[in-house]
């Protein structure tokens, strides 16, 4: 196979995504990395990936669409059938709670290891003959008028019609291409880890938006594991990554007022923290500019947003998603390469991203916001929009889109 459709290029779970789902509408690709390998965690039972992901609806969707979901290991998959969020506080007062079972809907979301989903996305891709993988790094690339040609590291040299960036936050085709980007650092890094705990969570992922503007998440993970994601200030994300693993879970115990280890009882360290920067970035174009066609962004190459929501992949499968929509349901006149075509796609994932950007950047602000009537107000807030089962259903049914 040497004449290619599509060059992808990036590993992450968006790329590998793209890459399954585009071939399977019988498209011929090339996909290029620096690595395809998503880690050995999965086959352990001991080693669970500290890097967990919320699926939505949306994801699952998309998974079960490629055979994907059908094909994991759901002993690996945790159902969340509550969500409580607590207020500075940390009290039960301050709590806003989700129910899948009050909405009437079977699950609000799925906890799934980043590696699980890799791996099974690799096996399902090894039955596609479609999909040519080449380990190597992209190093350049031009577009003309009948083609895009990258070239990599080693010196190879390929082309298609369309090339599809999925190499992550930091896209070196994106900032090749100039494609100008909003951004705002949080002043933040997440920690994950994950955790043994004491009691039940009961299907229960929990949130605190801590008094110092912190946000601290605990999502459950099957027989009774929890996956923590800390989103801490920069000095204080470093002094939690020193702390030795007791020190940690202490630590963890005590925030928000003791209130968590009334929740998890007493905590057990199973992997490493680890730590990741957390910013806002918005590409202005997920197209390339006329004078280099042939060329689209997609995943956190596109946008990449605060976890605060557990949405950024899942905002990226809906790219995928919808570009595999749009390549499926093009008139037969059309090639995939027809700017009409790929304009399309830009169009239609404005508003889907601009609101999730939106919306977590604006919670992220609120909740960072040290002044007391602020604090007040938004603790006010959550009791009152906990007391309404309507408000409460509106939410979950936009969160499970
Ligand atoms: C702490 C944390 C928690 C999160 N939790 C959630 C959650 O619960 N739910 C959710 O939906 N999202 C969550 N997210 C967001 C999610 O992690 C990202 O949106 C997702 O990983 C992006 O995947 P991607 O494939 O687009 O990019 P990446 O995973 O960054 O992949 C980029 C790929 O491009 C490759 N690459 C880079 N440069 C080149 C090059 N020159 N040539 C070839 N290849 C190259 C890289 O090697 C890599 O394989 C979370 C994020 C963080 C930080």
Redesign the pocket.
């Given at each position: 196979m040497n004449s290619y459709d599509l060059i992808i290029?990036?590993?992450?779970?968006?790329?590998k995504a793209t890459a399954l789902r585009l071939a399977q509408l019988g498209l011929k690709i090339l996909h290029?990395?620096?690595?395809f390998d998503p880690g050995s965690h999965c086959n352990d039972d001991l080693a669970w990936d500290s890097r967990?992901?919320?699926?939505s609806s949306s994801?699952q969707q998309l998974l079960s669409n490629m055979k994907v979901w059908e094909a994991m290991d759901h002993s690996r998959i945790q159902v969340v059938s509550d969500m409580r969020i607590f207020g500075d506080s940390g009290q039960a007062k301050d709590e806003l709670h989700f129910s899948a079972y009050s909405a009437t809907v079977p699950q609000l979301a799925w906890i799934v290891e980043?590696s699980h989903i890799e791996k099974t996305l690799d096996t399902a891709s090894q039955f596609q003959g479609n999909i040519q993988r080449v380990t190597d790094?992209?190093?350049d690339f031009f577009s003309t008028k009948d083609a895009v040609t990258v070239q990599t590291q080693t010196g190879q040299s390929f082309s298609a019609k369309l090339l599809l960036a999925?190499?992550?936050?930091?896209s070196?085709i994106r900032e090749k291409l100039q494609i100008q980007t909003l951004i705002n650092d949080y002043g933040q890094t997440?920690i994950?880890a994950n955790f043994k705990c004491e009691l039940d969570h009961k299907d229960t992922a929990y949130q605190w938006f801590l008094d110092n503007g912190e946000i601290l998440a605990l999502l459950p993970l099957p027989n009774k594991k929890l996956s923590m994601?800390w989103s801490a200030g920069t000095t204080h994300a470093e002094q939690l990554l020193k702390l030795d693993p007791d020190a940690l879970c202490s630590t963890v115990m005590k925030a928000a007022l003791g209130s968590i280890s009334q929740r998890t009882g007493s905590l057990k360290m199973m992997t490493q923290a680890k730590s990741?920067p957390?910013r806002k970035m918005k590409a202005e174009r997920i197209i390339a500019p006329d004078h280099q066609p042939r060329i689209v962004l997609?995943?956190?190459?596109a946008h990449?947003m605060h976890?605060l929501a557990?949405?950024?992949?899942?905002?990226?499968l809906r790219d995928v998603a919808t570009l595999g929509q749009l390549f499926e349901n093009k008139e037969s006149f059309r090639n995939i390469d027809d700017p009409v075509v790929l304009r399309r796609y830009e169009r239609s994932r404005h508003g889907d991203t601009d609101a999730l950007l939106f919306t977590t950047d604006q919670l992220q602000k609120l909740f960072a916001n040290q002044s007391d009537f602020i604090k007040t107000a938004r603790n006010l807030g959550m009791s009152l929009v906990n007391r309404s089962q309507f408000l409460k259903r509106q939410l979950i049914q936009r969160a499970l889109a």
């Open positions: 290029v990036g590993a992450g779970i968006t790329g290029i990395a620096p690595n967990i992901y919320a699926l994801s980043a790094t992209v190093t999925a190499d992550g936050a930091q070196p997440a994950v994601v990741y957390l997609i995943g956190d190459a990449v976890p557990g949405q950024g992949l899942n905002l990226g």
